[in-house]
């Protein structure tokens, strides 16, 4: 998307000669009437919001002062991307910077966005020093040059970025609210005097709860994939970037093959995740870190096992029997006795039917949010450039 801009009587400016880096400090917060400490973990990359912070009851040693309308950037670990807009008073790390802007030549409003633009932060990571947690500076960043629109264009621009943000925000706190449903939907069905039963009671009679290959040796270019913890991550099994083991050692662990439809659950990292096999992972195996369960159709529906080992009830129960010091590990013997609780056929089919209906609202959510970033940054590259 382009808003066709006319750029020709943009005036070329130094960031540092529109925008104040304002190191305003404060001693004594009770008089100032602060209660709240912004931390660099409280600022999330590529949110503007502040939805988090300390407080000042708890003890700090900030006193960079924060006031509404000031931009903050965190000069540590510029590669983040941590950008926030100030709506209330606060006091901040030294790590992070609270611009604002000169809004004889740049509207306020305006300042969050260009300190988000790719061209910006190309600056900032270019001049960062440091190799362990390396930051920028005011010297460098204060040299930044960009085309700074005339006043009343930056107000059209600023206004139409800040509307695809409150649109972008709203979707995500209802995206979030239809997280909290799905939980308090199965957290409703489940409890009370629901019969529990063994996860190993309903999986196929042909086959075992298993991990599978124990050293996959070097990669084979068409060999026979396997599924490592790794692959989880995405919230669904893809056999694009999966390793390959050779057909001789994937023979060797033919118990832990995997077919369509079976479910896999990771036993360390993200533990207790559980994804189902897609069709194209058809004769795919696994590794130590992953285990298969194949459920039998005839005694539980596999969506509603599904549902619930990736529930917040069942989660507490993972955390319970999961071992280790460094990291946890679910064994096969706990994975095995995990409890699933039993509802009848017709509940558990009212309960799936209603998750895939709100797994379906957050998915269009996901792809309007998507949508949403998509034409903000096409916008931003438009007005400030960068690559």
């Known amino acids: 998307m382009s808003l066709n801009l006319d750029k020709s009587h943009w005036k070329r400016v130094a960031f ?20 709240r400490v912004i931390a660099m973990e409280h600022m999330d990359p590529g949110e503007l919001k502040v939805s988090r912070w300390g407080s000042t009851e708890d ?17 540590r670990r510029a590669y983040q991307r941590k950008v926030a807009y100030a ?20 509207r306020g409003e305006l300042l969050p966005f260009l300190v988000q633009s790719n061209g910006f932060f190309e600056h900032a990571l270019g001049t960062s020093a440091g190799s362990l947690s390396p930051r920028t500076n005011w010297r460098d ?20 970025l800040w509307s695809i943000e409150r649109d972008r925000a709203a979707t995500k706190r209802v995206k979030e609210h239809l997280v909290q449903v799905r939980a308090s939907l199965i957290r409703n069905c489940v409890h009370g005097e629901a019969e529990q039963v063994a996860l190993e009671s309903l999986i ?72 189902r096999v897609p069709e194209e992972l058809h004769g795919a195996n696994l590794t130590q870190g992953t285990a298969r369960v194949a459920i039998d159709e005839k005694r539980v ?5 599904l549902a619930i080992m990736n529930s917040e009830w069942m989660a507490h129960q993972v955390n319970r029997q999961a071992k280790g010091s460094t990291f946890s590990e679910l064994t096969l013997a706990a994975l095995r ?38 034409l903000r940054s096409a916008l931003m590259l438009d007005v400030f450039g960068g690559n």
């Open 59 to 75: 003890g700090t040693t900030f006193t960079r002062r924060v006031k509404p309308g000031r931009t903050l950037f965190g000069k």
């Open 87 to 106: 709506e209330f008073d606060a006091i901040c790390s030294g790590d992070i910077y609270t611009f604002e802007a000169d809004e004889t030549q740049l």
């Open 301 to 305: 529906a596999s969506d509603y096992v």
């Open 204 to 275: 196929r009679d042909d086959t075992t709860i298993t991990y599978g290959i124990v050293q996959a040796g070097p990669e084979v270019d068409g060999g026979v994939p396997y599924i490592r913890v790794s692959d989880m991550t995405s919230g669904s099994l893809s056999i694009r970037g999966m390793k390959r083991t050779s057909p001789t050692i994937a023979a060797k662990f033919d118990r832990s093959q995997v077919s369509p439809g079976d479910l896999v659950v990771a036993l360390r990292g993200r533990t207790g995740l559980t994804l």
């Open 16 to 35: 540092g000669d529109v925008v104040r880096n304002v190191n305003e400090t404060v001693r004594d917060l009770e008089a100032a009437g602060i209660n």
């Open 141 to 160: 960043l204060k040299d930044f040059e960009f085309d700074l629109p005339h006043f009343e264009e930056q107000k059209r621009i600023a206004d139409l």
């Open 337 to 374: 006795g995990l409890a699933i609780p039993r509802l009848g056929d017709q509940r558990e089919s009212w309960l799936v039917a209603n998750l895939e209906q709100l797994d379906a609202a957050s998915a269009k959510l996901v792809e309007t949010s998507e949508r949403s970033a998509a």
